[in-house]
């Protein structure tokens, strides 16, 4: 009798340890993502690989037995708009950590609020200028546009092709680009011969790449995001131009492929990710994505999964209670590597690896490593 009310105890205890840790409270992470206005594609992309991970690390038991709750808001596309929701998530809602910035003005608001308010936000954008080397609380997913010019350029002078003409957005992100790619460019042997610029809303890019078409250039840069990045293709086709064009990660998604169909058909982008044909650390996130969604993931998609793995790496890393620094601290620290990112975090270093950089081809309507 006493064994058997000994056993009994033992089993009472493990029960109410489950029913305890089943009933802690979760532990709370924003999300801002551009899930509408003009950059929307981008932020949607970005929004599919995070609702993957969060399914599978909840389903893994969640964080250190506490689930893992994200609060997802919408910024519209606005910078302005993004940091009041910053507010409101710090705030009233006491987030450990925010996930966020769809893109470069977005991800540098954020990130001067998240300065600030000394709250950690892992952004799914590159560091634009050098004092955000400098920032305590932020943590990049992409490389910078310096890295990414120089793995473009590396691509020209492999191939040989030493007159590059550029048709790049007139916003800040293609100010930006043509920038490093100027600067870059002497290094590598490569000549920007012209230039042109386009708008996002663009519709029809024949003027600027006849302009262009006129320099003799041996391949084309084509600095855009979807859907203007395929129509610049389509154009470029449309011309009877049959030099390769190169583009930055914000045209490799799906929406390249479907908006410019066969005329796309060996573009080389930058990426981090061949979802046609995945590296060993891309294998398994590409085998569960395209079982919940039917479609081969992209960059955005990967990346997107992968901060939800950072956030809930480094939070595995605290003991309670938790606090917005110690979740810094952990960040500061953490070694990763995913099927989009490769991190490496250092205090000092808040940028990813340059190895996360890979250029895909679409051949066959899917992305494969670039030759």
Known sequence: MRRCLVLAALILAVLTAEAAAQGQEPLRVGVIFSLSGPVAPLGQFGKAGVDLALEEVNAAGGVNGRPLELIVLNDESKPAQAVNLALRLINRDNVLAIIGGSFGSTAQALGASAEKEKVPLVTPTGLIF???RNWKYTFFMLPNFNEVAKSMLAWAQ????????LLRLSREYGQLGSKDLHE???RHGVQIVA???GTDDGRDFTPQLSRLRDAKPDALIAWFANPAGATVIKN?????????VIGPLSMANRALVKAGGTDVEGTILEAHIAGGDPAPRAKAFVTAYTKKYNEEPGTLEAVGYDMVKVAAAALAKVSPPYTRDKVRDAL???KYTGPGSVLSYSPGNNEPSPETILLVEVKGGQFVPAR
């Open 158 to 165: 492999k191939k040989g092709y030493k007159r590059v003409a």
């Open 184 to 186: 870059n460019a002497p």
């Open 332 to 334: 500061s620290t953490l």
């Open 236 to 244: 470029v086709r449309q011309l009877g131009m049959t030099i390769p």
């Open 195 to 197: 230039e042109e610029q």
């Open 130 to 132: 050098d004092e955000q």
